[in-house]
């Protein structure tokens, strides 16, 4: 069983940063790939940002390229989300998924996820 515990959400203006952090219990943290999706109201949850196990490998959806930065402690058991540049468009709930995986991969899917932590409000103001 993991717990997932995100924070660092709040309100910024356009063009302002944020740094979401996801912490997870459990001691085989470094055993779970991990992701970033956020929920618009009205909207279908969306991906965001996965990253692999080990760190190596990252994917991104194509609305936040170059803007957001996945990375992982696993000596902290935390995931974060660098988010740079930020748009209206980017206001949502954001959650943080784990998924138990034995290869160093990541995961886009929502339905690949078994974990999820209950979301933290970004809200970006124009």
């Known amino acids: 069983q993991v717990q997932l515990v995100e924070s660092g959400g709040g309100l910024v203006q356009a063009g302002g940063s944020l740094r979401l952090s996801c912490a997870a219990s459990?001691?085989?943290?470094?055993?779970?790939?991990m992701g970033w999706f956020r929920q618009a109201p009205g909207k279908e949850r969306e991906f965001v940002a996965a990253?692999?196990?080990?760190?190596?490998?990252?994917n991104y959806q194509d609305s936040v390229k170059g803007r957001f930065t996945i990375s992982r402690d696993n000596a902290k058991n935390t995931v974060y989300l660098q988010m740079n540049s930020l748009k209206p468009e980017d206001t949502a709930v954001h959650y943080c998924a784990a998924k138990y995986s034995s290869m160093s991969f990541y995961y886009t899917s929502i339905s690949a996820y078994d974990y999820w932590g209950q979301g933290t409000q970004v809200t970006v103001s124009s």
């Open positions: 459990g001691r085989t943290f470094s055993s779970y790939a």
């Open positions: 990253i692999s196990w080990s760190g190596g490998r990252k």
